[in-house]
């Protein structure tokens, strides 16, 4: 399986929360680097440190693959193409 067909696969409930936490983390610490106020260097590094973590939980929840669900489409897809093409 390359890395496509994971990413087009079903996704676990769990990790489909972690991916949504890790996109928040992702935009709130964007907006934080790119305000026009002026912050601490502290805080726009740990901006940034959040970012970067926030991308890797994302990018790792979303090629998560539920095995199971992807079983049951695999063997569904199977059964199609050993059915008639008349439908019958």
Do not use: C, W
Request: no cysteine.
């Amino acid at each position: 399986m390359n890395i496509l067909e994971r990413a087009k696969a079903p996704t676990p409930k769990f990790f489909k929360i972690l991916r949504s936490i890790g996109l928040a983390l992702l935009g709130i610490s964007g907006s934080i680097v790119a305000a026009p106020v002026v912050f601490p260097a502290a805080v726009v590094t740990a901006a940034g440190y959040v970012a970067v973590a926030g991308g890797v939980i994302s990018a790792i929840s979303q090629i998560t693959v539920d095995d199971e669900i992807l079983k049951q489409v695999q063997d569904d897809k199977l059964e199609n193409l050993n059915k008639a093409r008349d439908g019958n």
